[in-house]
């Protein structure tokens, strides 16, 4: 299996050095289990796709915390981070 690696964020946004760390132990994983993985450019991120890509993830945050919350008997809004609190609120407004 040929994998592709993005190591760049679309917004610029920081990544913490958990989540580089984890991806380099996950790209050698991937290469010890003989696939060959390689890093990639996004050259067709634009505008439109980031906007389909966004509402796509925020119903799919909304539909998960949806259905943690029926599951507890409760909103589980103030237990997640505030970016998924924004996300899941955006993911409640907008149709995937």
């Known amino acids: 299996m040929r994998i592709g690696v993005y190591r760049s964020t679309p917004l610029g ?10 991806l380099d132990e996950a790209v050698r994983l991937a290469r010890d289990c003989g696939h060959v993985v390689e890093d990639i450019a996004l050259p067709m ?12 993830v925020s119903a ?4 998960e915390l949806r259905e943690h919350a029926m599951r507890l008997g409760r909103s589980v809004y103030d237990d997640v981070e505030r970016n998924v609190r924004v996300l899941g609120r955006f993911g409640e ?3 995937a």
């Open 60 to 63: 799919s945050i909304a539909g």
């Open 45 to 56: 991120v634009t505008r439109e796709i980031f906007n389909g890509f966004a509402r796509v």
């Open 93 to 95: 407004l907008m149709s």
């Open 13 to 22: 946004l920081p990544v913490s050095e958990d989540a580089w760390n984890a």
